[in-house]
């Protein structure tokens, strides 16, 4: 069963980093797109990078531009999200996401809660 697993979340305070991953179990496709996406409270889920498997070309969304990178590495079955200078506005559960397929379908990861505050 195609699987993403997600970890790396917790409590952080503003101005500190933390470092998220995502391991793609059971993935046996050759062409995808993986992405991270957050919902905070009484907020909609939103899409905040992405990376695509086949030539390395991200994406960012405005609100993380310049602090978060998101990167992977196939050997490992991995992606990562790196963020840096995290805001209390960054507080949310964040999602691993992998779009596949012909029609790029949606497989989702469990969330992972990250906290910023003092």
């Known amino acids: 069963e195609v699987q993403l697993q997600a970890s790396g979340g917790g409590l952080v305070q503003p101005g500190g980093s933390l470092r998220l991953s995502c391991v793609l179990r059971e993935f046996p496709f050759d062409d995808y797109i993986l992405g991270w996406f957050r919902q905070a409270p009484g907020k909609e889920r939103e899409g905040i990078a992405c990376i695509s498997n086949t030539d390395g070309h991200t994406f960012y969304g405005d609100s993380v531009k310049g602090r978060f990178t998101i990167s992977s590495d196939n050997a490992e079955n991995t992606e990562y999200l790196q963020m840096n200078s995290l805001e209390p506005e960054d507080t949310a559960v964040y999602y691993c996401?992998?779009?596949?397929?012909?029609?790029?379908?949606?497989?989702w990861g469990q969330g992972t809660l990250v906290t910023v505050s003092s």
């Open positions: 996401n992998a779009k596949v397929g012909s029609t790029w379908s949606d497989i």
